[in-house]
């Protein structure tokens, strides 16, 4: 079983930076695809960026330029760094964990709790 807790969420004017924070816990091997996962209410999730077991990392065209992720094996936690942020930014953001290498695609399997992320203009 893997858990994961999120912290950072806040709020922030447009323009400004926020960093997101994961910690991990239980068994997440070499086969595992970490990543962050935003939703607004009433829209689709959109995953904002993945983290594979090598600590490579891929974010979406949408926030390419403004957000990067990186992991810390040693302290066993995720970041998501989110700079230049708009209103558009706005949602709940998961960390999540799924056992199939990012490169395979699928659905994540694991979630935090979520961290609220408001931008206002």
């Known amino acids: 079983q893997v858990y994961l807790a999120e912290s950072g969420g806040g709020s922030v004017q447009a323009g400004g930076s926020l960093r997101l924070s994961c910690l991990v816990s239980?068994?997440?091997?070499?086969?595992?695809?970490m990543g962050w996962v935003r939703q607004v209410d009433g829209k689709e999730r959109e995953v904002v960026a993945q983290?594979?077991?090598?600590?490579?990392?891929r974010v979406a065209d949408s926030v390419k330029g403004r957000f990067s992720a990186s992991q810390d094996n040693a302290k066993k936690s995720l970041f998501l760094q989110m700079d230049s942020l708009k209103p558009e930014d706005t949602a709940m953001y998961y960390c999540?964990?799924?056992?199939?290498?990012?490169?395979?695609?699928?659905?994540?399997?694991?979630w935090g709790q979520g961290a609220q992320v408001t931008v206002s203009a």
């Open positions: 999540a964990a799924r056992a199939v290498p990012c490169g395979y695609g699928g659905t994540f399997n694991y």
């Open positions: 239980g068994y997440t091997g070499s086969s595992f695809c």
């Open positions: 983290i594979a077991s090598d600590g490579r990392s």
